[in-house]
Nanobody
């Protein structure tokens, strides 16, 4: 069955970096658009970055220049590289696969704090 497993979250100081991984199983990730979203307490879930089946990427304005999305087809995994992290990046980060219906992972917590 389709499954998405996020990992790589944690506690990091402002200005630090993290790389999140979204490991896909049950389908070939490179054939579909995969996106990263985040949800902070009391806020709506928002799109952070998206990569299409042909490799086109979209990055939210709030993280442009700091975050990048990439895909390793051999590992069936999509990554979110996050640099220059700010406290406002604190959230649970989810990946989503846009198959005929959307599938979500369970999320990984990112906390940016000194």
């Amino acid at each position: 069955q389709v499954q998405l497993v996020e990992s790589g979250g944690g506690l990091v100081q402002p200005g630090g970096s993290l790389r999140l991984s979204c490991a896909a199983s049950g389908f070939t990730a490179s054939r579909y658009a995969i996106s990263w979203h985040r949800q902070a307490p009391g806020k709506e879930r928002e799109l952070v970055a998206r990569i299409t089946n042909v490799g086109s990427t979209t990055i939210a304005d709030s993280v442009k220049g700091r975050f990048t999305i990439s895909r390793d087809n051999a590992k069936n995994t999509v990554y979110l590289q996050m640099n220059s992290l700010k406290p406002e990046d604190t959230a649970v980060y989810y990946c989503r696969a846009e198959l005929p219906r959307n599938y979500w992972g369970q999320g990984t917590q990112v906390t940016v704090s000194s």
